[in-house]
């Protein structure tokens, strides 16, 4: 058990293209921290250097307070988990997951005793025997997962594992994941564009954008006071509504509708946000509403996704999650913007401005 | 042709020591330069496969070295090694390289580096990744390479008769020289058999080599 710590970690590969830049994190044991952020964003590039396939241009790698920046991959005891799976295909399953074990030189009866372990935690003993090519999608994930919890590693680390699974297996496996990894005690870094698994997964998640950090923290943080503009458009499905606006005097104008600024706010220009589903139909006593056309509905099942055009400035569209239980198409609406539900973003700087 | 056939058989219990002899030459004729090669191109293959510029370098020449017929390397061998064995297996051993050495490149190159990586990344050092999973992957198709080249060497073999290295070839050649097809099948016909049981044994080690479905995987 270890706890993994990345200091000022910087990848280049030429002076323009820096995935990775000046990256400081810790991962406790028991942690469950996931990368996530768009493609490009430098989250495998942060993953293929903590495992040693990359290495960094700047900056350590420490495992357990060992610095493992400049050992090879076989040396830092970590476990892997890639997106491709890559089973060896000429092994069968029993093999596959004790191939990490042989390398040790375990005694035979360690290592079968080891495999069965991690084949029953993933129901995998009934296919021991069988070939990676004989295996579904779903079950290739799993030896692939049984093949790095055998190892006891200092560091799990996953690169999107569920990517290549359909969404109905995804969601079940990542529900598996949660209880599998809950008994480890060891840091897990999770690299994912998806949001949901980000959320629903970690203990810790980091936001990462152009290379940079943009946020570290509980899910639930990064859910409620995203830092900045891009935390905020990023988490969170569908999307947070964003508006850049220009203030007059203590209110900004959205369309008709004025919207007074928290107190302390001295930027000339801001970006309001405000989560579709924290806009809702108006109750008595509510004193921010915002009338709109209704241009579009989206019937999410549970839910209606609706589009609204605010009254004033038919460029500011409005979306909204409202009950999927009445008919919202081609009516004008009002809704209300619950003011504790408001984010404020300074309009030059794109960070937050409120608590 | 029935009567031919009757001759040859004839031909062949009279002469079935000097047979004997020949085969023993031709097969020494067949392995010597196969050891070669094989002792030569699978590591080359290997480094090819791993380099670009090696692949780029070896591959060409080697491809080059192929169009020159086996017969001329063997007269042009002859001024320097004389009419001898080792011109014959010379010869031999640079019609023997390309398949080798192609087909060892190639396996080796087919294999994801998604697999090369994820043993890497499970803390895998490099001569375990070759011996435990690239070799495994890569085998069926060198196979291949050397099934293809020893049938090649076995025909080819034929034509160390020509520089008096013997083998079966020497009855073709003498069959010619005296117009006897009787003759000439008597080195042709064990020729042609070799050859086809080196493709049907090499082809059951390759279906062995070639473990059920990896292919698909």
């Known amino acids: 058990m270890a706890k993994l710590e990345l200091q000022d970690l910087t990848k280049a590969y030429s002076r323009d293209i820096v995935p990775v830049k000046r990256l400081n994190l810790t ?6 921290l996931t990368l996530v952020g768009p493609s490009g964003c430098g ?11 990359d290495q960094p241009t700047e900056g350590r790698v420490l495992i357990g307070d060992r610095d493992v920046s400049r050992l090879a991959p076989g040396d830092r005891n970590i476990a892997m988990v890639f997106q491709s799976y890559a089973l060896y ?10 191939s990490g074990l042989k390398l040790r030189h375990l005694p035979a009866g360690d290592i079968q005793k080891r495999v069965q372990e991690a084949s029953g935690v993933l129901g995998l003993d009934p296919l021991l025997d069988r070939k990676p090519a004989k295996l579904s999608g779903g079950q290739r994930q799993r030896v692939a997962l049984a093949r790095a919890l055998v190892r006891n590693p200092d560091v799990f680390l996953l690169d999107e594992p569920l990517s290549n699974l359909d969404a109905l297996l995804r969601e079940q496996v990542r529900a598996d994941l949660k209880q599998i990894f809950a008994d480890q005690k060891s840091p897990i870094v999770y690299v994912t564009h998806d949001q949901t698994e980000a959320m629903t997964l970690s203990t810790k998640v980091a936001v ?3 290379g940079y950090l943009q946020q570290l923290g509980h899910p639930h943080e990064i859910y409620k006071t995203p830092a900045n503009r891009f935390v905020a458009s990023f988490i969170g499905s569908p999307q947070m509504n964003l508006f850049p606006l220009s203030r007059t005097g203590n209110d900004v104008v959205l369309g008709n509708f004025r919207v007074p600024l928290p107190a302390g706010v001295h930027s000339s220009s801001v970006i309001l946000g405000i989560r579709p589903e924290h806009l809702r139909l108006p109750r008595p006593g509510d004193a921010l509403t915002v009338t709109g056309n209704v241009f579009l509905v989206e ?3 549970m839910h209606d996704l609706v589009s609204l055009k605010v009254q004033g400035d038919p460029s500011l569209s409005l979306r909204a999650i409202l009950p999927a239980d009445a008919t919202w198409s081609r009516e004008n609406l009002t809704l209300a913007l619950p003011p504790e539900t408001i984010h404020w973003f300074d309009g030059e700087t794109e960070q937050r401005l409120s608590a | 042709m029935l009567p031919t056939l009757q001759n040859a058989y004839q031909y062949a219990l009279d002469n079935s020591d000097r047979i004997l002899t020949a085969l023993q030459q031709h097969l020494l004729l067949v392995a010597v330069p196969l050891a070669i090669g094989l002792l030569v191109g699978l590591p080359l293959g290997l480094w090819s496969a791993r380099s670009r510029v090696v692949s780029t370098v070896m591959l060409n020449s080697f491809n080059a070295l192929r169009v020159i017929p086996s017969l001329a390397v063997l007269f042009l061998a002859v001024p320097v090694l004389g009419l001898s064995f080792s011109s014959a297996v010379l010869a031999l051993t640079l019609l023997v390289m390309p398949p080798i050495l192609i087909s060892t490149d190639v396996a080796f190159r087919n294999i994801s580096p998604a697999i090369r990586e994820a043993a890497t990344g499970m803390g895998m050092p490099p001569a375990d990744i070759l011996k435990t999973v690239e070799i495994p992957l890569a085998l069926p198709v060198i196979v291949a390479g050397i099934k293809t080249a020893t049938v090649e060497v076995i025909a080819s073999a034929t034509l160390a008769a020509f520089v008096g290295a013997g083998g079966l070839g020497a009855f073709i050649v003498l069959g010619f020289a ?14 042609a058999l070799l050859a086809l049981l080196a493709e049907l044994g090499l082809s059951a080690v390759q279906r062995a080599a070639q473990a059920p479905g990896v292919r698909s995987a």
Request: proline share 6%.
């Open chain 1, 89 to 98: 295909p000429h092994m069968t399953v029993g093999e596959n997951i004790a």
């Open chain 1, 43 to 53: 989250k495998s590039t942060i993953l293929r250097m903590i495992a040693g396939l």
């Open chain 1, 299 to 301: 019937n999410l099942g």
């Open chain 1, 27 to 32: 991962v406790e044991d028991n942690e469950f």
């Open chain 1, 208 to 210: 990462l954008s152009n």
């Open chain 2, 178 to 191: 005296a117009y006897d097809p009787a003759i000439l099948l008597v080195g042709a016909v064990p020729v």
